[in-house]
């Protein structure tokens, strides 16, 4: 099975599609290269680039549970923390609900093929956060 996934994953590129690198590169350094961009590593300290972006957003295992983090781009926290670089990075102006939502929506289509294995949503904004247990997800217990 190992040699035919490299195999899939050049067939499944179009004759207009052009990998960034042109080096042949093993599978293992694309995907430590995609998990640098986008796993556990990737820059959390990045302003959004637009308003209907989110800063940041992670799918985790967070205390056993497969937790989505996301951080939304809203308006500016009204605190200036000496150890917290949230506030540099947000805007300025208020963003509406709207673009708000469609940071979330952004999310749950980038994360289309792991929505099912969500235990957990941490919705922050420059300074808060929230998390909610999905619905039907099962109850801890405590002892």
Sequence with gaps: MSDILPSLLVERRTSTEQP???APRDLASQVDDLYDR???????????????LPHYF??????GQN??????N????RYQCAFCTL??????????DAQVTA????????????LSVIDRVTLSNEG??????RSGAPRSTRS
């Design 20 to 22: 960034k690198d042109p």
């Design 38 to 52: 986008f796993g556990q590593r990737k820059d959390m300290g990045a302003a959004s680039q637009a308003p209907n």
């Design 58 to 63: 992670l799918l985790r295992t967070f205390l």
């Design 67 to 72: 937790d989505l983090l996301v951080i939304l």
């Design 74 to 77: 809203t308006k500016r926290c």
């Design 87 to 96: 506030p540099a990075k947000s805007s300025k102006s208020w963003i509406p």
């Design 103 to 114: 940071q979330f929506g952004h999310v749950v289509h980038e994360l289309k093929h792991a």
């Design 128 to 133: 808060r956060s929230s998390t909610r247990r």
